[in-house]
């Protein structure tokens, strides 16, 4: 299996057969990555396309100074804010259910009650805490997407998760 680095010089060479090999390794994380940005699954596959025509469109760019996730990531941050700019927010979908064990916070396991305790945080820490819980990134591919250092993004979840934490406690 070729890395996502040698997909890429493979796109550039011409072969645009492999293009469909990097588009299934990250469609469905780039998609459920929009879709915790709109409540509207339509929408989130419009900006999940979106990611992956302006990836190739823009693919000469990449230099390889950062990991591709962290670029792919990178361009489907900045399409889901302008998305963003132009739309209310309105909290996710109750039937959506997902399970995600936060280190320092009591699970939660409906969609809305997550999305709920995120609307407590600023944008910058509901970021870093979706990339790092919902997407799985590390501490410095988060700082890479969010332009920040690697200290910034663990302080950012850290009190992200505080405030989550705290928000919690008080709803009981």
């Not at 997909?7 to 990250?26: S, T």
């Not at 596959?45 to 996730?69: C, H, I, P, R, V």
């Amino acid at each position: 299996m070729l890395s996502d680095d040698e997909l890429v010089e493979q796109i550039l060479l011409g072969n645009e057969n492999v293009a469909e090999e990097l588009i299934k390794r990250y469609y469905t994380s780039i998609l459920r990555y929009c879709r915790w940005h709109c409540s509207n699954l339509e929408k989130a596959e419009d900006l999940t396309q979106e990611t992956f025509l302006k990836l190739f469109k823009n693919l000469s760019g990449y230099k390889g100074k950062k990991k591709f996730k962290a670029y792919l990531y990178t361009i489907a941050n900045h399409l889901c804010i302008d998305e963003s700019r132009k739309v209310e927010f309105y909290p996710l979908e109750d039937e959506e259910n997902i399970v995600h064990e936060y280190n320092d916070i009591v699970r939660l396991e409906d969609r809305a009650e997550i999305s709920y305790f995120l609307n407590f945080l600023s944008s910058e820490q509901r970021e870093a805490v979706i990339l790092r819980f919902g997407e799985q990134l590390s501490f410095g591919e988060i700082a890479k997407v969010m332009g920040c250092n690697m200290r910034t993004a663990q302080s950012r979840v850290r009190n992200a998760l505080k405030i989550m934490r705290k928000e919690q406690e008080n709803e009981r």
